[in-house]
């Protein structure tokens, strides 16, 4: 099973979309922030990012779901910088740090070099992880990779803080929609990650996300995912992700039948673990928080998806993680 976006780039679509993408740079409306930098004679957006793309590591990993990881790893490409400022950033050294991911640039022909090295590596996907600030960076990375070789599916790994017109734009680019729901409550999103209108913008994006994928997940012979929508949720201590609210938007809004996937693996990190006006979010999740997080998939009858282990997700994750035996069982597996 090919990738659309081979098909896009035979009929010149893709070439298209990618320029496309690219205009919004020169006043940036790339996500919701609108912060309107021309990034194109390489102003500084408010993301700090500027016209090239910012890669701090790429990778074989193999702590992603079991659909994307397989036996060889998801193909991740790890870009430097965020929208987001997530006070309890597990990667805030890539994300939050800038002036150092500076030092990162690459130019687009580099970052296409890095996706077929990965598809030499034997990896089952390329999954691009914090793509939003550098969505036209990667369109124009894909449109290259094309034209060389590439072959394999393209993940997209987001805070999903993201332009519903941009990720038309990647229609038929993008195969595997990764978006984290970090919250029910825009109040939340502003304290905790310092954006504003987060619920709202989240979801027309994951709404967006659905129109392009539907509910249904689309495999491989292989067994591996090729194409969907699998929404992850973190569960944060004292429910302040609002998961209860985030799935009932999801299966009234959505469908009950969108893969979930519910992760356990919050840690106190970054300005969490030390700052006592984020108190609240200073511990690991309890062992009772995250039953009743599983026990709300049955309640509400959410059908697909994948979770974490309580105990094996205690451990810290960072994003060269690459232990084969981390597991995400099935959802139905606890039904």
Request: charged share 25%.
């Amino acid at each position: 099973m090919l990738p659309k976006f081979l098909q896009l780039h035979r009929t010149g679509e893709l070439e298209k979309r990618v320029l496309q993408l690219e205009k919004m740079l020169e006043s940036c409306t790339v996500c919701p922030k609108d912060c309107g930098n021309n990034r194109l004679q390489d102003e500084i957006a408010a993301c700090y990012s500027g016209k090239l793309p910012i890669v701090s590591s790429y990778t074989p990993h193999f702590g992603e779901e079991p659909v994307l990881s397989g036996t060889n790893g998801a193909g991740n490409i790890f870009f430097g910088n965020c929208n987001l400022r997530c006070v309890y950033c597990q990667n805030y050294q890539i994300s939050q740090t800038w002036k150092e991911q500076k030092k990162n640039e690459i130019s687009h022909e580099r970052l296409a070099e890095m996706m077929l090295e990965l598809q030499e590596r034997g990896c089952h996907n390329i999954g691009f992880v914090s793509p939003t600030h550098f969505a036209p960076q990667m369109a124009r990375a894909i449109l290259i990779a094309a034209e060389n070789g590439l072959r394999l599916p393209i993940v997209y790994n987001t805070n999903a803080y993201d332009s519903a017109e941009v990720l038309r734009l990647l229609d038929g680019i993008v195969d595997v929609y990764l978006p984290d729901l970090k919250y029910a409550d825009s109040d939340a999103g502003f304290q905790y990650s310092k954006v504003r209108g987060y619920k709202d913008f989240a979801r027309k994006a994951i709404k967006e996300m659905f129109r392009q994928t539907g509910d249904k997940l689309i495999y491989g012979t292989d067994g591996l995912l090729k194409r969907g929508l699998v929404i992850r949720l973190l569960v944060l201590p004292n429910d302040l992700a609002g998961i209860e609210e985030n799935l009932r938007w999801i299966r009234d809004e959505l469908s009950p039948k969108v893969a979930i996937s519910l992760m356990a693996q919050y840690y106190a990190t970054n300005k969490a673990a030390s700052d006592d006006r984020y108190i609240l979010l200073s511990r690991r999740i309890s062992e009772r928080e995250w039953f009743e997080a599983v026990e709300l998939l049955d309640e509400l009858g959410i059908e697909e998806g994948f979770m974490q282990e309580y105990e094996s997700a205690s451990h810290y994750y960072r994003p060269d993680f690459t232990d084969k035996n981390k597991p995400f069982k099935d959802i139905r597996d606890f039904q």
